[in-house]
């Protein structure tokens, strides 16, 4: 099975930053991409960013020029920053690893965007 770790949540006031951190057992070599979601209460699971074993990059267009996601390869690592941040960016974020088809999902880091 494949492990996926987060970290990195938190409180911060709007216009704040943070960065997520994603970790995972499995080799980058063979993750097809990797993604990070985020769920607010009473809301669906919505795609924030995500990134192709290649490199490329997609965005939510509530989070283009806010967030950028990246990983690093040495260590199956995968980070999303987050500056500018606003109320609605609340939310669990959720690291997403992709395989074949299959998620394999994290078991979320809250972040709360407050004054």
């Known amino acids: 099975q494949v492990q996926v770790v987060e970290s990195g949540g938190g409180l911060v006031q709007p216009g704040g930053s943070l960065r997520l951190s994603c970790a995972a057992s499995r080799s980058f070599v063979s993750i097809d991409a990797m993604a990070w979601y985020r769920q607010a209460p009473g809301k669906g699971r919505e795609l924030v960013a995500e990134v192709s074993s290649s490199g490329s990059r997609k965005y939510a267009g509530s989070v283009k020029g806010r967030f950028t996601i990246s990983r690093i390869n040495a260590n199956n690592t995968m980070y999303l920053q987050m500056n500018s941040l606003k109320p609605e960016d609340t939310a669990v974020y959720f690291c997403?690893?992709?395989?074949?088809?299959?998620?394999?999902w994290g078991q979320g880091t809250q972040v709360t965007v407050s004054s």
């Open positions: 997403d690893v992709e395989i074949s088809g299959y998620q394999f």
